[in-house]
């Protein structure tokens, strides 16, 4: 870590301690999501790290970025994930969008303000993105959108969505992505999912009916709109990886906390072997992510960003999170299960992280077809 790295963790990691841990356990059973946490998280200038000074944003590093994630998620799984794919939309659009549209819809989601949200997955189209069927249709100055999104992190809280809808036919050559506002004539909410983890986090269904949307809200030109999303989900994914990461560090460090001071047959229980084999495998796992996550995040600030390493450390993390984390509970034993400790909440924080921004199956075949790519 340098200095601004330091510098950032240290001042965060107090601000997460007293202004989001206090409310975690009541938030995550009410599913109660907080927009003064998020602008404050905004006032730290955390929620639009890697954008240039000048739409508002840290000009940082990705290095810098999964920092910062990491942190935010050792307290909250669900707030890291808010800034995470807030800031995938600031970053599609500050690499796809022209001039105008830069200035338009950054600045108030650099600053935290507002949230920003990414409208790919569909009932039949999840896995299968190139499948979507929202169709966005011609029409003078514009475009007409018809159709249902499903599973939208922060649908509902954010303000800005990007939105992927067909233009054309079939495959992912059809699809073109628009800038989308909460506010757009046509677009409403459908239900809020309820689920087992990221409780604190608003999953929304989004529907358009006859949504005009202008022509200058497309990003880039027509059937580019599946390259954009992919673009940002290579990044993304990263991103999700780095929250593994802290939700694995937590995990391992209540685990380690715990073995020390219970004591069992009396001795800490931390002196079993059993327990110590479990505690520095937990440890290695966190470790490994950490070094892929930042692996991929070093390709992506020497503007070489590498798709492969990108899946790599979503993948490595995210299974990492799931088994430290359910570890974690193991170690804890009975009082594990309960709320009074934090890792049950971060077990069911982390199994989404699977699934989400693609499953882990997924991140395999994007692996492999590098491979084959590679040794062809
Ligand atoms: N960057 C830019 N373009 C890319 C790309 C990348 N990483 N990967 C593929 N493309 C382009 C290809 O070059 C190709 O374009 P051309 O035809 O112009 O050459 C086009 O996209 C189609 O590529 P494929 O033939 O590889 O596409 P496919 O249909 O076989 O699908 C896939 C590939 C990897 C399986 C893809 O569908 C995928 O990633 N699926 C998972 C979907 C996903 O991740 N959803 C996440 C939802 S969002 C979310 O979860 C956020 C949240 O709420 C937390």
Redesign the pocket.
Known sequence: MNDIQKELTTSLAKFCKESIEPHMEADDHDGKFRMEIFQGLGDYGVTGITLPEEYGGAGLSYMDYVYVLEEIAKTSVPYA?TVS?SSMVQTIINEYGNKAQKEKYLPALTSGQEIGA?A??ESHA?????ALKTSARKVDGGYMLNGTKM???SGGIAKTYIVMARTGGE???GVSAFIVRDDTPGFTFGKAEKKMGWKTSPTRELIFENCFVPTENMLLDEGKG??VA??G??R?RVA?GAIGVGCSQRALDESVRYALERHQFKQAIFDFQGLQFMLADMALETECSRLMVHKAAESIDQKKTN?KLCSMAKLKATDAAMKVTTDAVQVLGGVGYTSEFPVERFMRDAKVLQI???TNQ?QR??IA?HLKKEYE
Do not use: Q, Y
């Open positions: 994930v794919v990414f790919l997955s999840g896995s299968d993105a190139g599973w939208i992190t495959g992912s050559k599946f390259n992919m673009g989900l290579d993304g999700i798709s989400v921004e693609g997924i075949v994007v077809r």
